[in-house]
């Protein structure tokens, strides 16, 4: 799957990568290339972010060394759908494999890549060539060029940042049905399809880079009459990059060819339309767009106008192009019309009026004279078929014709191929300039398509910096405002965290309030402003975030063995190992998934360890559903509380989807139960329950609430609750030894942590 150029099996928008990857002991190397558009990329990074590069990538085909085919396949599993194919372990030898590149770019040394460093790069590099050479038996012309990537330019967005913000894919599996790539992109050419999502998947780290996008986006944004004459322009784009491929690996026919001329036409039009522009960042960005008149000319003059597809059908040459060609031609066609003369003549001569001339493959050309007119057949023709009904015959001279007429025909097709090929090697001197051009126009889609989902959806420029501070006024979640009810607005909320004043948000409120939809909405915005992207929010004040972190959402990892508890600490785990001052994490209801206690213990632990080490302290948005965090700002200056606001209304509780200052110490649950549509005796018998909770209402031999208890009026019989008396004086004793040990507390000198933990001692000595 990583080696096909068929268009049944490519997808337009996507790039079909096949990747090679190479281990060693710290380190990975990893070569990337699509050998639909000749793109080919190398890079080296620690081995244990290998998963996170390859989700990045996406591949549908993974080279490997045979003995760690086992190990991959392991890796990838539940992660990616891709083939992983072994190679021999042999092949995975740096000189040999620097060979190989050397060979097939025809050059001394790979100085000029900037990779003669990366030893395992080379060999990654030099497999997949191997690899390529091998299924196609020849040299890929349009692989002239080894980029070296330095991932460390690009925010790493792990598995669980790609699922729980839904950059490209939707967590319902509608493909990228209700995604951000859905909502803002608008490209209009395949390679700009294929460029913006690989953008929208690696948000860039240098403000320089960022604020240059933003230029040319802005530039396009003020300027509707530039953007309409580029879209025109655009619109007559065929996928130049996809059919350079098809034509140097010589699976392109006419038509393929004639588009390509068709687009780099467009070429010249659209420069001229940038340096009439007032835009200089657009200037500069594109000032290295190659006119190719010389060569799309040469295709004019060759390739008729509605060429057929297949070389068979013949008649793809131009008359006038080749003098040989048109000769041959003449001859074709003439002899047709002599063979019609030579039919109406022999009818005449012959006395025959149905003698009739024809031809098929294995005779060739033949006289037909059916037997009512046999005594009539001259002495010169020769029989060549019986047949019920007629014979067959031939003359000298209709054989003489028939070697003219067929030498033609054969002579015509084995030239038309010819120069056919002539022009196809003459398109391969012109590789570079081709790739550059569609390079440049699939960068020239993609700033367009920020400009246009700007203005669609009402989007503002962020503004860049390298501090920590992220201020946004106004944000709103750029899906999620789409897929609204008509006529319901999306109400917006702003966000501000500082590492130096503000830098904890611990969220409560109510579920279904908008808490995870707001720590989503954040994520986004911080996303789309390191791509080049406008974001939907009033202001955005944006310091350089290294790494987006979630934790949103739970659920069960069953191929993997894995509960929705182990699930969610090993995302949590990875966060505190990996997060840095400059990282942005998202947390929704850490905890969950284990017992009241437990989790509410793991869940302070965690926001006090992202406050107190000093590798982090980075920034945080902390949604919970445990209001007791809420302490946590009364201890830590830098912890802020906030809530979703609620507002309660002739026993209804509307949501008011606003984030404000403040705790929260109602979920309203059984309002959310309601709204399920739980039966009403259900929804009365909870709000009981919850009376009996609230009021602390305990039995005194179970210390368990009375939920058994109604208030309707009913009691126990006699005998039971004679039965608990008994029971109570056991409990008293229990009560003496509780007492004696919270007497010995020293309330002053405990820690949050500490008084949970003497509680929980506490809790064993009354079970």
Request: aromatic share 8%; glycine share 4%; proline share 4%.
């Amino acid at each position: 799957p990583g080696v096909t150029l068929s268009e049944k099996l490519l997808d337009s928008r996507s790039n079909n990568f096949l990747v090679s990857v190479h281990l060693e002991e710290e380190l990975c190397g990893m070569a990337i290339a699509d050998v639909s558009t000749g793109n080919f990329q190398v890079a080296e990074f620690p081995k244990k972010n290998l998963l996170e590069h390859l989700i990045r990538y996406q591949p549908r085909e993974i080279l490997v060394a045979a003995n760690q085919f086992e190990n991959i396949q392991r890796l990838i599993t539940n992660h990616l759908n891709a083939l992983v194919t072994k190679r021999d372990d042999w092949l995975f030898d740096r000189s040999y494999m620097y060979e190989q590149l050397l060979q097939h770019f025809k050059t001394h040394s790979l100085k000029g890549f900037g990779i003669e460093d990366m030893d395992a790069g080379v060999i990654a590099a030099g497999v997949l060539i191997h690899y390529l050479q091998e299924n196609y038996k020849t040299r890929l012309e349009h692989f002239i060029h080894l980029q070296r990537i330095n991932l460390s330019s690009y925010m790493v967005l792990d598995e669980s940042t790609r699922r729980n913000l839904e950059i490209a894919q939707s967590m319902s599996g509608a493909g990228s049905r209700n995604t951000l790539l859905q909502i803002i992109d608008f490209t209009i050419t395949p390679m700009g399809a294929r460029l913006f999502k690989q953008w929208i998947q690696q948000p860039l780290l240098d403000k320089e880079q960022i604020n240059h996008r933003l230029d040319v986006v802005n530039e396009l944004y003020e300027s509707s009459e530039l953007r309409q004459a580029i879209n025109e322009e655009l619109k007559q784009f065929f996928d130049t990059e996809r059919l350079l491929g098809k034509i140097v690996t010589n699976r392109a026919n006419a038509r393929d060819v004639q588009n390509l001329s068709s687009s780099l036409k467009q070429i010249g039009p659209i420069k001229s339309i940038i340096e009439n522009s007032a835009c200089p960042a657009l200037k500069e960005h594109f000032d290295s767009f190659t006119i190719l008149d010389q060569l799309t000319e040469k295709i004019d003059q060759a390739i008729v106008e509605n060429p057929p597809i297949t070389m068979q059908e013949g008649g793809i040459i131009k008359p006038g192009y080749n003098q040989e060609l048109d000769e041959l031609r003449e001859i074709s066609e003439h002899g047709k019309d002599w063979l019609l003369e030579y039919q109406e003549a022999e009818r005449k001569r012959t006395g025959i009026p149905t003698l009739k001339v024809s031809y098929n493959k294995v005779f060739g050309y033949y006289i037909e004279v059916t037997n009512v007119h046999k005594e009539k057949i001259p002495p010169e023709y020769v029989r060549k078929q019986t047949l019920v009904n007629a014979e067959r015959y031939i003359t000298q001279e209709l054989k003489e014709w028939e070697d003219k007429i067929l030498g033609a025909e054969e002579k015509i097709n084995e030239l038309e191929y010819r120069l056919f090929q002539e022009i196809r090697e003459e398109i391969g001197r012109y590789i570079e300039p081709i790739q550059r051009n569609s390079k440049l126009i699939a960068e020239l889609d993609c700033f367009l398509s920020f400009a246009v989902a700007a203005i669609e959806n009402n989007y503002v420029r962020p503004e860049i910096n390298d501090s920590q501070v992220l201020e946004i006024r106004e944000g709103r979640h750029p899906v999620v405002e789409k897929t609204l009810p008509p006529g319901e607005d999306f109400i917006a909320n702003d966000a501000f965290l500082d590492p130096e004043r503000e830098q904890i948000w611990i969220i409560t409120g109510p579920n279904m309030a908008g808490k995870s939809t707001f720590l989503r909405q954040v994520g986004l915005i911080v996303l789309m402003a390191q791509i080049g992207s406008f974001v939907p929010a009033k202001m955005a004040r944006v310091g350089i975030v290294d790494r987006i972190f979630t934790r949103v959402g739970a659920s069960d990892n069953l191929a993997s063995g894995e509960s929705t508890f182990l699930v969610e600490m090993n995302e949590t785990a990875n966060i505190l190992n990996n997060a840095t001052p400059r990282s942005l994490i998202l947390l929704d209801e850490i905890g969950r998934g284990t017992s009241t206690f437990d989790g509410l213990s793991i869940a302070w632990a965690v926001a006090e360890y992202i406050y107190r080490e000093p590798r982090l302290r980075c920034k945080t948005l902390f949604a919970t559903h445990y209001h007791e965090l809420t302490e946590l700002a009364l201890l830590y200056p830098r912890i802020k509380n906030y809530n979703v606001a609620v507002e309660e209304w002739k026993d209804q509780v509307v949501f008011l989807r606003k984030i404000v200052p403040g705790g929260s110490d109602n979920s309203y649950g059984i309002y959310v139960a309601q709204m399920a549509g739980l039966p009403a005796p259900l929804i009365a018998r909870a709000k009981e329950i919850l009376t009996n909770l609230e009021a602390n209402e305990l039995s005194p031999t179970t210390k368990k609430p009375r939920l058994a208890m109604r208030r309707s009026g009913r009691t126990y019989d006699s005998n039971q609750l004679s039965l608990f008396d008994m029971l109570e004086k056991k409990e008293q004793k229990k009560d003496e030894k509780v007492k004696k040990e919270l007497q010995k507390v020293d309330v002053n000198n405990l820690t949050p942590l500490q008084a949970l933990q003497k509680l929980d001692e506490l809790k064993k000595l009354i079970e």
